[in-house]
């Protein structure tokens, strides 16, 4: 069906940056909405941000303006740029796309193993 590869996390200094990539492989037909979610120690996990197959963006009010979401179709790959990180941005990113295998197959969500960012003040 559907893998997700993950890469990118670590360490880094407050105010520093860094950029997440999660590469969808396997048998599919069509990709709609990829993103991004993280969760933090000891609190559910939330969306940071998404992007449509046609390029619309969303993200959460915590991130606007310091992260960027951006896809490439051709190699199924979606990217979180992350800027201006604060200790708050802690926690387990996740790589989510919206997928077919089969054009007979409704689509549905695929979940990548988790990348750690961790933010130190």
């Known amino acids: 069906q559907v893998r997700l590869v993950e890469s990118g996390g670590g360490l880094v200094q407050a105010g520093g940056s860094l950029r997440l990539s999660c590469a969808a492989s396997g048998s599919i037909f069509s990709i709609n909405t990829m993103g991004w979610y993280r969760q933090a120690p000891g609190k559910q996990r939330e969306l940071v941000a998404i992007?449509?197959?046609?390029?619309?963006?969303n993200y959460a009010d915590s991130v606007k303006g310091r992260f960027t979401i951006s896809r490439d179709n051709a190699e199924n790959t979606v990217y979180l740029q992350m800027n201006s990180l604060q200790p708050e941005d802690t926690g387990v990113y996740y790589c989510?796309?919206?997928?077919?295998?089969?054009?007979?197959?409704?689509?549905?969500?695929?979940w990548g193993q988790g990348t750690q960012v961790t933010v130190s003040s």
């Open positions: 989510n796309v919206n997928a077919k295998y089969n054009p007979l197959i409704r689509a549905r969500d695929y």
């Open positions: 992007i449509s197959s046609g390029g619309s963006t």
